[in-house]
Nanobody, 121 residues
Framework: QVQLVESGGGLVQAGDSLRLSCAASGRTFSSYAMAWFRQAPGKEREFVARISRSGVTTVYVDSVKGRFTVSRDNAKNTLYLQMNSLKPEDTAVYYC??????????????WGQGTQVTVST
């Protein structure tokens, strides 16, 4: 079992930055690939970013490339998402997930409760 707790969400203006964190406890954090997903009101949950177990390899959805950076600190059992140049369309609940997949929701076994990010114009 892995327990995941997100933090760092909030209300910001377009162009601002936020850093989300995801603290993991339980089984070995470094055994899992980690990802961020998001779900906007009335929309399906979508993949945002993924980082390999070692942190060497990352994958991003096209809409956030160049603005978001996913990273992890295996010594601290923590996943991060640095979000720069935020846009109103980034407004969503952001979830971290642990698993062995790449971009598909069903490839991830453990999920946090989510943190709200709201970007105003």
């Amino acid at each position: 079992q892995v327990q995941l707790v997100e933090s760092g969400g909030g209300l910001v203006q377009a162009g601002d930055s936020l850093r989300l964190s995801c603290a993991a406890s339980g089984r070995t954090f470094s055994s899992y690939a980690m990802a961020w997903f998001r779900q906007a009101p009335g929309k399906e949950r979508e993949f945002v970013a993924r980082i390999s177990r070692s942190g060497v390899t990352t994958v991003y959805v096209d809409s956030v490339k160049g603005r978001f950076t996913v990273s992890r600190d295996n010594a601290k059992n923590t996943l991060y998402l640095q979000m720069n140049s935020l846009k109103p369309e980034d407004t969503a609940v952001y979830y971290c997930a642990a698993g062995r997949g790449i971009t598909a929701i069903n490839e991830y076994d453990y999920w946090g409760q989510g943190t709200q990010v709201t970007v105003s114009t």
